[in-house]
């Protein structure tokens, strides 16, 4: 089964908010406080922190909306970059839990030099 890019993005936007959500509980923390305010008992994985995130969003500090934006952003730029190595690679692949970005990091070698860059954030 084919699965149109839109979807596969909104897929990665969800990954790439469950990343955002361990980094800043983690490393640099600009939701550290949002996390244990609205999502104290949410385990990571299948999305459940970037749904609760997305849940609570106008409720979220500037510093972690801003986090947010910054991790919208990459996204996006993934987006643009590896939409082609999608297709060419991870076109059959089952979106939703890390199954693309999965892919394609297992495509490392074959996929554009621009889609590899746009991953590194990300890993």
């Known amino acids: 089964m084919i699965y149109k890019w839109p979807l596969v993005s909104s897929m990665i936007f969800a990954c790439a908010l469950v990343v955002h ?7 640099e923390r600009p939701c550290r406080a949002d996390i244990e305010k609205f999502c104290p008992d949410v ?4 999305g459940r922190m970037a749904e ?5 969003r106008k409720e979220l500090s500037p510093a972690c909306r801003v986090r947010g934006q910054e991790v919208r952003e ?6 643009e970059a590896c939409q082609e190595d999608v297709a060419k690679y991870c076109g059959e692949v089952r979106p939703g839990e890390g199954h693309i970005v ?3 990091r297992s495509h490392d070698k ?9 991953m590194k ?3």
Not at 74 to 79: N, P
């Open 21 to 27: 959500a361990t980094l800043a509980a983690t490393e």
């Open 52 to 56: 609760c995130l997305q849940k609570h």
């Open 121 to 123: 954030p990300a890993r």
């Open 110 to 118: 074959d996929i554009s030099a621009d889609c590899r860059a746009a």
């Open 43 to 46: 385990k990571t994985g299948g």
């Open 74 to 79: 990459r996204v996006q730029e993934a987006h």
């Open 102 to 104: 999965t892919c394609l």
